[in-house]
């Protein structure tokens, strides 16, 4: 049962263009939506991540953008670099405390940022 | 510095042997997790564990076994019941309050392949 499903499974981007990755989620008790950036050989790092009670969250470049009817979350990356090329992968928990992490990952997008 | 050391980066498993996955972390996070990366699958919870000497089965967790023996240390065994243990395996750690809980922070990974 995949809770949460990321589009497209690859992208290109010319340097200086926009990237766009989009993510579906269906468990409506989620509150927590990370993305993680991913270098190849390296772990997994969070990058952004937002809280239901906005619609969108910038940190420098990048942004993510929320659609809590549509069940929708979006990660933008304006300007993209050559450096952004990785893998991204979108997640989602619901909050919780005292016990472990709850997050249900999305299958990841590789993105490649050419010159 | 802090963080999560995984070792080795590498490991080789001939058929029907176990091995074993090292997890250290100094972040003196109480919870800790094993996560299995296969392309285009995103990343599946095996194992975690919230407390020394317990831990609880993830999403695939038939053919691995854990140990938590003291805080800093989470390793992994792959087994020979898992037939198909080629894959990309990271650990990681969080905390267990509110909010604290919801930032993985991930190894380098160790890349298992078969012989």
């Known amino acids: 049962q995949q809770q949460v499903k990321q589009s497209p499974q690859s992208l290109i981007v010319q340097k200086g263009g926009i990237s766009i990755i989009n993510c579906a989620y269906e468990n409506t008790a989620f509150d927590y939506f990370p993305w993680y950036q991913q270098f190849p050989g390296k772990g997994p790092a969070l990058l952004i991540a937002?809280?239901?009670?906005?619609s969108e969250k910038k940190e420098g470049r990048f942004t993510i953008s929320f659609n809590k009817s549509a069940k929708q979350f979006s990660l933008h990356i304006m300007d993209s670099q050559p450096g952004d090329s990785a893998t991204y992968f979108c997640?989602?928990?619901?909050?919780?405390?005292?016990?472990?992490?709850?997050?249900?990952f999305g299958t990841g997008t590789r993105l490649q940022v050419t010159l | 510095d802090g963080g999560i050391t995984q070792s080795p980066k590498y490991l080789f498993r001939k058929e029907g042997q176990n091995v074993t996955l090292s997890c250290e972390q100094n972040l003196n996070h109480d919870a800790m997790y094993w996560y299995r990366q296969d392309p285009g699958q995103g990343l599946r919870l095996i194992y975690y564990?919230?407390?020394?000497?317990?831990?609880q089965k993830g999403d695939i967790a038939e053919g691995y076994s854990v140990s938590r023996e003291k805080k800093e240390s989470f390793p992994l065994t792959v087994t020979s019941a898992q037939k198909n243990p080629t894959a990309f395996y990271l650990c990681a750690s969080s905390g267990l309050g509110a909010a604290t809980n919801e930032k993985l922070f991930f190894g380098s990974g160790t890349q298992l392949s078969v012989l």
């Open positions: 564990s919230q407390i020394v000497n317990d831990f």
């Open positions: 937002i809280r239901p009670d906005v």
């Open positions: 997640a989602a928990s619901w909050r919780g405390t005292g016990t472990a992490s709850k997050l249900t």
